[in-house]
């Protein structure tokens, strides 16, 4: 049986185009594909807690009897099982301030962890994550292209991009609702022109 992690870190709840856009994928996934088991994790209903000095000492062997560090080492445990046991990905990002939501770099850095998902060995770093599919919708309010005036703050896909890619998954495939906030006429365009992307992916 396949495995599907679907991911979502928008905090407009239910005016928000990458859920939206992530759940069309998540269901165009099931459709196509016999028996895939999908688990979701919403980082703005349950945040994690950013990483602590105390937290990423007990994750490395010190000893520590507060129980409320012991639960969120075990979330973060549970958090990279997920990620681990996932053969493909679904992530919903939208760009707040030219970048990834917090909620969505604190699970980045329960997810990005050496030994588990990366290494460094002689020939520098390599990913260990590299059997998986990671399919990422962002919704951005403007444009960003190579060319535009604002292509130089964009800081989602790129560090996306990077941070997949630094950790093995090459199977990367991104679906874009730019100009969110330029008016309705742009969003239902960037929607629709999106639903049609998610209508050709292949199956999980
Ligand atoms: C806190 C916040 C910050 C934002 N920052 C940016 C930004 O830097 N650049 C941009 O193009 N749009 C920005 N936007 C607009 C969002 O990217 C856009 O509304 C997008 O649809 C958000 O995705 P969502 O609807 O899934 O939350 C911001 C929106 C919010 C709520």
Known sequence: MKKLLHVD???LGPHSVSRQLSAAVVE???????NVE?????????PLPHLSGAHLAVAQGASNADPS????????????????????IVLGAPMYNF????????WIDRVVVAGKTFKYDAQGVQGLA???????????GGFYGAGTPMAALEHLETYLRSVFGFIGVTQLEFISADGIQLGPEHREKAITHALQAVTALRAA
């Not at 639960?71 to 990620?83: D, K, W």
């Not at 970048?99 to 604190?106: H, N, R, V, Y």
């Not at 590299?130 to 951005?140: H, L």
């Open 28 to 34: 165009r996934l099931r459709q196509a594909t016999p």
């Open 69 to 88: 560090l012991q639960q969120e080492i075990a979330t973060s445990q549970a958090v990279l099982a997920e990620f681990l046991a996932a053969d493909t």
């Open 99 to 106: 970048t990834i939501p917090s909620q969505l770099k604190a």
């Open 38 to 46: 999908v688990t979701y994790r919403d980082l703005s209903a349950t």
């Open 130 to 140: 590299g059997d998986k599919r990671a399919i990422v919708v962002v919704s951005r």
């Open 9 to 11: 870190s928008s905090v």
